[in-house]
């Protein structure tokens, strides 16, 4: 029992509630309700913070994900604590007893930027989430997509030149082989010439031949199938000696067209492979959250319907704790915190207006005082001076009816006369 009273206050001060104002059983169960609900988003924004800075880090997985995860889940639970703990308590007419008078009604603006906030929040948790589920079909999609993306590098660009170049070389080595391959075949059509004449002069010379006459006379027919035969011999090794000199000559140019062709074949490979680079580079978070939202698109009731409800399901988890704060506006434990924070507001007001009566009554009577004092002073002044005259006037008239000799040694005398000295 104590176990789960303790457990019941630490989920009442997660909520940011005082648990000596929560006084009946709803607000302690919606309170502690409330506590559970902001643990839960601790857990799951520590998860979805860390989940987006690895997708953004292209699945990397830093071990810095795991500080920034648990400070945006902080910060977003603060926000939380703070619109929770927060009553919104009413300090006009304090002495009034109308319960009405105790709350004000909600700032509308506060929910709604924790609402925009939630929104805000589910998106960026919910699309690493999201891509981590369809990786297989997101990374099918990214292959399409770089190879369609290959395809277009290659018809333009410097592959797209380089294989003109390529093509164009390739054209001019057929040409010289075409030049000294129609010279070899020439030979090798005089020569097979060649030896039909020479078969017909042996046919000839046999008596099978034309003549019908066994032998090879000079000046018959198998001799001059014979001579015909080693001239198109004597042409045949011509065009083989012509072939030579035509390959001999194009050697130096052959050589050259070789060279650039190997450079253009090692420029068109690395220029491949530094496409293929980039292109597989990006497949980072942006790709992917592409591609992502094209599988959405084009699949809506199945992967769109999904993203979606995920979405909502966070958005309602992140806003389940301000909800229910909403909802419960004026239970019991805000009407007692709005009654003790009214009461002692009304009991500093009316020391501060006691305090202002007090000073106003200290100083009307500090002004009476130094009114009297002056006053006061100023009549002693003038007893003073009324006693002074007196004394004066009686002194004169003893010294004046007095004798002379006596006046003389008076000890006053030479005072008197000083006065009359003064006097005239």
């Given at each position: 029992?104590?176990?789960?009273?303790?457990?019941?206050?630490?989920?009442?001060?997660?909520?940011?509630?005082?648990?000596?104002s929560v006084?009946?059983?709803?607000?302690?169960v919606?309170?502690?309700?409330?506590?559970?609900?902001?643990?839960?988003y601790?857990?799951?924004?520590?998860?979805?913070?860390?989940?987006?800075?690895?997708?953004?880090?292209?699945?990397?997985?830093?071990?810095?994900?795991?500080?920034?995860?648990?400070l945006v889940?902080?910060?977003?639970?603060?926000?939380?604590?703070?619109?929770?703990?927060?009553?919104?308590?009413?300090?006009?007419?304090?002495?009034?007893?109308?319960?009405?008078?105790?709350?004000?009604?909600?700032?509308?603006?506060?929910y709604?930027?924790?609402?925009?906030?939630?929104?805000?929040?589910?998106?960026?948790?919910?699309e690493?989430?999201?891509?981590?589920?369809?990786?297989?079909?997101?990374?099918?999609?990214?292959?399409?997509?770089?190879?369609?993306?290959?395809s277009?590098?290659?018809q333009?660009?410097?592959?797209?030149?380089?294989?003109?170049?390529?093509q164009?070389?390739?054209?001019?080595?057929?040409?010289?082989?075409?030049?000294?391959?129609?010279?070899?075949t020439r030979?090798a059509e005089?020569?097979?010439?060649?030896?039909?004449?020479?078969?017909?002069?042996?046919?000839?010379?046999?008596?099978?031949?034309?003549?019908?006459?066994?032998?090879?006379?000079?000046?018959?027919?198998?001799?001059?199938?014979?001579?015909?035969?080693?001239?198109?011999?004597?042409?045949?090794?011509?065009?083989?000696?012509?072939?030579?000199?035509?390959?001999?000559?194009?050697?130096?140019?052959?050589?050259?067209?070789?060279?650039?062709?190997?450079?253009?074949?090692?420029k068109i490979?690395?220029?491949r492979?530094?496409?293929?680079?980039?292109?597989?580079?990006d497949?980072?978070?942006?790709?992917?959250?592409?591609?992502?939202?094209?599988l959405?698109?084009?699949?809506?009731?199945g992967?769109?319907?999904?993203?979606?409800?995920?979405?909502?399901?966070?958005?309602?988890l992140d806003?389940?704790?301000?909800?229910?704060k909403?909802?419960?506006?004026?239970n019991?434990?805000?009407?007692?915190?709005?009654?003790?924070?009214?009461?002692?507001?009304h009991?500093?007001?009316?020391?501060?207006?006691?305090?202002?009566?007090?000073?106003?009554?200290y100083?009307?009577?500090?002004?009476?005082?130094?009114?009297?004092?002056?006053?006061?002073?100023?009549?002693?002044?003038?007893?003073?001076?009324?006693?002074?005259?007196?004394?004066?006037?009686?002194?004169?008239?003893?010294?004046?009816?007095?004798?002379?000799?006596?006046?003389?040694?008076?000890?006053?005398?030479?005072?008197?006369?000083?006065?009359?000295?003064?006097?005239?």
């Open positions: 029992m104590g176990k789960t009273r303790d457990m019941r206050r630490l989920l009442l001060r997660i909520a940011n509630v005082n648990p000596d006084t009946t059983h709803s607000d302690r919606l309170y502690a309700s409330i506590g559970a609900f902001i643990l839960l601790f857990v799951y924004g520590t998860a979805g913070g860390a989940a987006f800075v690895d997708a953004s880090a292209n699945y990397t997985h830093p071990w810095w994900m795991w500080l920034v995860g648990p889940a902080i910060g977003v639970i603060a926000y939380d604590r703070a619109v929770v703990g927060r009553v919104a308590i009413n300090y006009d007419r304090l002495d009034s007893a109308d319960p009405d008078d105790l709350l004000r009604h909600p700032t509308l603006g506060l709604l930027g924790r609402l925009c906030l939630a929104l805000l929040f589910a998106v960026i948790i919910t690493p989430l999201m891509l981590a589920r369809y990786q297989g079909e997101i990374n099918a999609r990214l292959n399409e997509v770089h190879n369609a993306q290959i277009e590098i290659e333009g660009g410097a592959i797209a030149t380089y294989d003109a170049r390529l164009e070389l390739k054209k001019q080595a057929a040409a010289d082989d075409s030049a000294v391959q129609a010279l070899n030979a005089k020569r097979s010439d060649a030896r039909k004449l020479y078969q017909q002069a042996l046919a000839d010379s046999e008596g099978d031949g034309v003549s019908r006459k066994a032998g090879c006379p000079a000046g018959g027919f198998c001799d001059t199938l014979v001579k015909r035969s080693r001239a198109l011999d004597d042409q045949a090794a011509r065009l083989d000696q012509q072939a030579a000199a035509l390959q001999t000559t194009q050697q130096p140019a052959r050589t050259s067209r070789q060279a650039e062709e190997a450079d253009l074949t090692t490979s690395e220029q492979t530094a496409n293929a680079d980039a292109i597989r580079a497949a980072g978070f942006g790709a992917r959250t592409k591609a992502m939202w094209y959405v698109s084009s699949d809506f009731w992967i769109g319907v999904f993203y979606i409800g995920i979405a909502l399901l966070l958005v309602a806003c389940a704790a301000v909800g229910l909403i909802v419960s506006h004026g019991a434990y805000e009407r007692t915190e709005a009654r003790i924070a009214r009461r002692r507001e009991e500093a007001a009316i020391g501060y207006e006691q305090g202002l009566r007090d000073a106003r009554r100083a009307e009577a500090t002004s009476r005082v130094m009114a009297e004092s002056i006053g006061k002073a100023s009549r002693d002044e003038e007893l003073a001076d009324i006693a002074m005259d007196r004394a004066r006037t009686k002194l004169y008239k003893s010294v004046a009816s007095a004798p002379v000799h006596l006046l003389e040694r008076h000890p006053a005398a030479r005072s008197a006369r000083d006065v009359d000295r003064l006097r005239a």
